[in-house]
């Protein structure tokens, strides 16, 4: 295999791992600290996970099996809450949270 397939085939592989760790960051995140872009944007992702399933990778199909396995209850955005300015209205403190959005778009910032 070609050093440059390989390499193609890691970035896939953390890709992949990065859409699961983001994924579960956000659905343990309280409401009210995460916006309704980054659902949008994780969401978005779904289907290019799909493309990837062809694969004969084994490595990439494990990994590509973890991000999709935690779609499986996000499959859209919690849609009791009504959102102003790209976040949940009230929040306990009344300020706006954007740690957890920081953290992600640390993370993933390929998204």
């Given amino acids: 295999m070609s ?13 992949e791992s990065c859409c699961h760790s983001c ?7 309280p409401p009210e600290k995460v916006d309704k872009s980054s659902w ?4 978005g992702l779904y289907p290019y ?7 004969a990778s084994t490595q990439v199909s494990h990994s590509l099996r973890e991000a999709l396995l935690q779609y499986s209850d996000l499959l859209q955005p919690p ?3 009504s959102y102003q300015n790209g976040f949940i209205k009230s ?3 009344g300020s706006s ?8 778009s640390t993370t993933c910032n390929f998204v």
């Fill in 40 to 43: 949008e944007q994780l969401i």
């Fill in 3 to 15: 050093s440059s397939k390989v390499q193609t085939l890691r970035d896939i592989i953390c890709a």
């Fill in 79 to 81: 849609a009791s809450h």
């Fill in 23 to 29: 994924n579960i960051s956000l659905k343990k995140a």
């Fill in 97 to 104: 949270h954007n740690d957890v959005n920081d953290e992600i």
């Fill in 49 to 55: 996970l799909v493309d990837c399933t062809t694969t």
């Fill in 91 to 93: 929040t306990p403190d």
